[in-house]
């Protein structure tokens, strides 16, 4: 079959499987949308920013595991998605992206639109690749979906100059079924010595903890986990990218851990022995002060990237591989020992957790005649009884559905943790409800962040994805009133949302639903009408007590385990 | 503490600012760097000196296997090795100096591969240390110019970092 480089890339995503391409044409890039002209099985979504492709994108591989696909123009249209491709590497997020650049002869000297797009994406991708020969095309992009999807995964981007697309010149077209890169051959299974001296170490703990991250969601891991957390009878806590890989209402679950983490998740990290940790990569908003972490634990971490083991903090035991195949080899080993995790110690550790956890660290105000934040997340996880696909943007309305939504299922919850991207949520959601046209999904934001990709909007009219954003507006960049609050004695520099949009009519602007809801008693029979629209997008707009903190919160400088709690708590008075 | 690390990368355009980049971002000092291809012309052999404790060692050599492109790595400086570095040296040579600068040459080594009327260039190999002596022994106002390629090296015995 003799194929353009234009078609070469169409005829690539359908061997691959892509069902979705997010883009955004220009000159560059002419050839493949002229390829992807009349045809059906790529679906193209034509997005209003191309930030907002890389997010959608990259709600789609999230919530789906599969890689999300990009496409946009050189120049421009490459510079717009850079915040969306640092997004995804910070998250370890597989995305393929695909970008015009202006035609190889012309590479060098400041044409049109032309932008060192392989130098500006370098430092945040896992690989890029800039094709100079459209005999390489297809196998350069089998590569691309093979870096991307193996090992930790992440972005790889292709730049491809105009001329290799040309339609009039053929070539024979070849997909590899697979490829191999003698440079690139990620670790699956853990050594099994080191698995062996973990299962001992675990045997022997009296106050365990195991601590879980994003790693554990992309290794589809969740089950293991799940079987390996409750054959021991050990407590558990997760990162922010973790949320979902053990069930969040499960009894062993602790709750988030980190600056704001639960009180019990926090102090049982740091009283802990025994600290196994599992895809997660000790992020400084996790550790607090670094050598106040965890003092008296001996570590074992696995991880499949070893540059994430002894990074931020020295473990003992240090596993590389893919946490499904370590989990289970693990669970083999425990089992094959015929021992047991020490009852007695376990039961102590166990009354010390719950005296901690006694403490409800997460209680709010419930009388207040003002619409709290905490509230609305709760009665939201009530209305789509804890199943929805919920996204969010930055800042304490993320950190609102970390505490009070209660993941049970991993890929339910998508955000940015890493970059802490604002704009995220939007685009994600849409990614998400394509993916998943029958399930809930929700976007839940600030009245900041939502305007950062608003013009999304009307990508969803277009395609229908009737997603419910759940606006969480307290007229403030929330997150940075709360820091300068504690940090810089109420001086509100430039964190009020002055002259902000009438949200309701934004929404009904681009062909949506919109409601202003004002008082708690309107919180719940809001989100029932709703999620009860099925075809509509609707735009809720919670008017939200606006001083409203979270808590607990580890400020900087401090060790894990001196939280600053809520006024109304007291552990010093109430654990007496 | 100082390292050499080698590694053998693919040879395509690109692969060195990759590690280059790596360096800058992540705020790891390199205080030298030579690449040249090896006796297989898709692979590149890359020498990089640079310096820190362990732990910042460690991560530097994991952060290098991470490069798609870097194919192997190893730190040379841990094992039993040889280090080689080139330098060409330009001096002012004239009257009684002449015999003066040869001397000291001879006694390290180098070798003197142009003259004129009033200069030497003097070519010398040797561990940067030898290097750094042998130019700390020219009088300062001697010297013209100084090239250094950077240093190589290469582990002892049977062993060798190859595919
Ligand atoms: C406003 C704000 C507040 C925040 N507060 C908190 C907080 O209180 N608590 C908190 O936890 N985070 C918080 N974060 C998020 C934080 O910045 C980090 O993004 C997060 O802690 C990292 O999660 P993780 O360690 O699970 O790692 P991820 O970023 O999810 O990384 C995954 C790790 O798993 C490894 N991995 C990948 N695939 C596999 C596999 N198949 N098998 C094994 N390992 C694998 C990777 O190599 C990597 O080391 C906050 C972010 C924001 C924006
Ligand atoms: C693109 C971007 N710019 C700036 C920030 C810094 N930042 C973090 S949270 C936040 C405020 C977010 O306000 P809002 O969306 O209203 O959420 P709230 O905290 O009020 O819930 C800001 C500005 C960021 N995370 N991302
Ligand atoms: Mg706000």
Redesign the pocket.
């Known amino acids: 079959m003799d194929l353009s480089g234009a078609e070469i890339v169409v005829q690539a995503l359908k061997d691959e499987g892509v069902e979705f391409i997010f883009g955004y044409p220009g000159g560059a890039v002419l050839h493949i949308y002229d390829a992807l002209f009349g045809q059906e099985e790529v679906k193209h979504v034509l997005v209003r920013h191309e930030q907002g492709a890389t997010h959608m994108a990259d709600g789609y591989a999230r919530a789906t595991g599969k890689p999300g696909v990009v496409l946009a123009t050189s120049g421009p249209g490459a510079t717009n998605l850079v915040t969306g491709i640092a997004t995804a590497y910070?998250?370890?997020s597989p995305l393929v992206v695909l970008t015009g650049q202006v035609p190889t002869p012309v590479i060098g000297s400041d044409a049109f639109q032309e932008c060192d797009t392989v130098g500006i994406t370098r430092p945040c991708v896992k690989h890029n690749f800039l094709v100079k020969d459209r005999h390489k095309l297809a196998e350069t992009i089998k590569k691309a979906f093979y870096i991307a999807t193996t090992g930790?995964?992440g972005p790889v981007l292709v730049d491809i100059p105009k001329d290799i697309t040309d339609p009039k010149v053929k070539i024979p077209y070849h997909y590899p079924k697979t490829v191999h890169l003698r440079s690139y051959n990620p670790t699956v299974k853990g050594n099994p010595r080191q698995i062996r001296k973990a299962a001992e170490l675990i045997l022997e703990a009296k106050r365990p903890m195991i601590y879980s991250?994003?790693?554990?969601i992309?290794?589809e891991?969740s089950e293991e986990l799940r079987e390996l957390t409750r054959w021991l009878g050990f407590p558990i806590t997760s990162?922010?990218?973790?949320l979902g890989a053990y069930p969040g209402t499960d009894r062993q679950f602790l709750g988030?851990?980190?600056?704001?983490?639960t009180y019990e998740a926090n102090m049982a990290m740091h009283e802990c022995d025994v600290l196994l940790a599992?895809?997660?990569?000790?992020?400084d908003?996790?550790t607090g002060k670094l050598d106040e972490f965890c003092p008296y634990a001996k570590i074992i971490h696995?991880?499949?990237?070893p540059s994430?083991i002894s990074k931020n903090v020295l473990v003992d035991i240090p596993i590389v591989?893919?946490?499904?195949p370590?989990l289970a080899e693990l669970l083999v080993q425990l089992k094959a020992s015929g021992r047991r995790p020490e009852a007695e110690a376990l039961s102590a550790w166990w009354e010390q957790i719950e005296r901690w956890r006694a403490l409800d660290c997460l209680r709010y105000d419930r009388e207040s005649s003002l619409i709290k934040p905490q509230y609305v997340v709760e009665q939201l996880w009530q209305v789509t009884r804890g199943k929805a696909y919920v996204t969010s943007d930055?800042?304490q309305h993320?950190?609102w559905v970390?505490q009070y939504y209660k993941f049970d299922y991993p890929r339910r919850w998508i955000n940015?943790?890493?970059l802490?991207t604002m704009g995220f949520g939007l685009p994600a959601a849409i990614g998400v409800k394509l993916a998943f046209p029958e399930e809930d999904v929700v976007c839940v934001t600030g009245e900041a962040s939502i305007q950062m990709c608003i013009q999304e909007l009307s990508t969803a009219l277009q395609y229908k994805t009737p997603i419910k954003i759940v606006n969480l507006n307290n007229r403030y960049m929330g997150?940075v009133r709360q820091w300068q609050e504690f940090t810089y004695e109420s001086r509100y520099s430039h964190s009020y949302m002055d002259a902000l949009p009438d949200f309701v009519k934004l929404a009904e602007a681009y062909g949506h639903v919109g409601m202003l809801i004002e008082k708690p008693q309107d919180v719940r029979p809001a989100l029932e009408e709703a999620f009860s629209m099925k075809d509509k997008l609707v735009f809720l707009d919670f008017i939200t007590d606006r001083t409203e903190n979270v808590y607990p919160m580890v400020e900087a400088g401090k060790a894990q385990h001196q939280m600053r709690l809520p006024p109304w708590i007291s552990p010093e008075r109430e654990l007496a | 503490m100082r390292h050499i690390i080698s590694l053998l990368l693919e040879n395509e355009s690109g692969a060195l600012s990759r590690v280059a980049g790596l360096f800058s971002a992540r705020g790891y000092n390199i205080e030298a760097l030579t690449v040249a291809p090896t006796e297989d012309p898709t692979v590149s052999r890359m020498t990089i000196v640079t310096r820190g404790d362990e732990r910042v060692i460690e991560q530097i050599t994991k952060q290098l296997n991470k490069l798609i492109d870097v194919i192997k790595v190893l730190d040379i400086s841990e094992a039993d090795h040889i280090e080689r570095e080139l330098m060409l040296v330009k001096v002012r040579a004239k009257d009684q100096e002449r015999e003066e600068i040869k001397r000291l040459a001879d006694i390290f080594r180098g070798r003197i591969i142009d003259v004129t009327a009033s200069s030497y260039v003097i070519e010398m190999t040797g561990a940067s240390p030898k290097l750094d002596a042998f130019l700390a022994n020219l009088a300062k106002d001697w010297i013209i110019e100084v090239v250094r390629s950077g240093p190589t090296g290469i582990l002892r015995g049977e062993r060798g970092l190859h595919l």
């Open positions: 910070m998250d370890s930790r995964p991250g994003g790693g554990v992309l290794g891991a990162t922010l990218m973790g988030m851990l980190g600056m704001h983490g599992v895809g997660a990569r000790f992020d908003r996790v696995i991880d499949v990237d994430s591989g893919q946490a499904k370590v930055v800042g993320q950190m970390a940015s943790g890493g802490g997150m």
